[in-house]
């Protein structure tokens, strides 16, 4: 196991709600890394959290927001979800940007 | 604009085989790359990671090796076992400012008993 947790582990939300996602980096990370991952698909990255600043964004809309902590664990926040949100969210920590990453088992969420 | 790529994206061998896996990528200018290994519904597994300056990574029956220069890497797998059964993503970190994995799709891997 790689120490990285995430929560919940699956999750069903109706179309304009909004979600938080959680994420516990592996002990000494300072960087947590969030992907979407649709059906099929390789992962598509959200953003990237370093010491508690965020240090790139990928090609979401703002309403994908995210928060690292001062123990560098984050959330993932989505609001007014819609129905191509369902997918599977990864969380990755590694010790700096460019280091190996490792994941969570992933947070399934399914909005209906 | 970085783009990775696996092929195939689908393999089926009989079990004992040993068998390759391929990824390439468009722009050499990255920091490292890294094979993943992903079981249905689940995380992401990480396998081997290879800096940029490094030419092959091994663990156990994995061996993965790292052409910049071509923009290509490989991952063997020896004696291929049905617990191996699983998709093979690989990922590179590029060079710049905005340091995220870019992906391939994977190549998807059954080994039948």
């Known amino acids: 196991e790689t120490g990285v947790t995430q929560s919940p582990t699956h999750l069903i939300k109706t179309r304009g709600q909004q979600v938080t996602l959680r994420c516990s980096s592996q002990s000494g990370h300072n960087t947590v890394s969030w992907y979407q991952q649709a059906l099929g698909q390789g992962p598509q990255f959200i953003f990237q959290?370093?010491?508690?600043?965020?240090?790139g964004r990928g090609n979401f809309p703002p309403r994908f927001s995210g928060l690292q902590f001062p123990n560098y664990s984050s959330e993932l926040n989505v609001n007014a979800l819609e129905l191509d949100d369902s997918a599977l969210y990864l969380c990755a920590s590694s010790l700096a940007q460019v280091t190996e990453a490792f994941f969570g088992q992933g947070t399934r969420l399914t909005v209906v | 604009k970085q783009e990775v790529t696996q092929i195939p994206a689908a393999l089926s061998v009989p079990e004992g085989e040993n068998l390759v896996l391929n990824c390439s990528f468009t722009?050499?200018?990255?920091?490292?790359l890294q094979w993943f290994r992903q079981d249905p519904g689940k995380g992401l597994t990480s396998l081997l990671l290879i800096q940029s300056s490094q030419r092959e990574q091994t663990s156990g029956r994995l061996n993965a090796s790292l052409d910049k220069s071509s923009g290509r890497s490989t991952l063997y797998i020896a004696a291929s076992q049905p617990g191996d059964s699983a998709t093979y993503l690989c990922?590179?970190?590029?060079?710049?400012?905005?340091?995220?994995?870019?992906w391939g799709l994977g190549t998807s891997l059954a080994v039948n008993p």
């Open positions: 990922a590179v970190i590029r060079r710049g400012n905005n340091r995220k994995l870019i």
């Open positions: 722009d050499s200018a990255i920091y490292n």
């Open positions: 959290y370093y010491r508690e600043e965020e240090n």
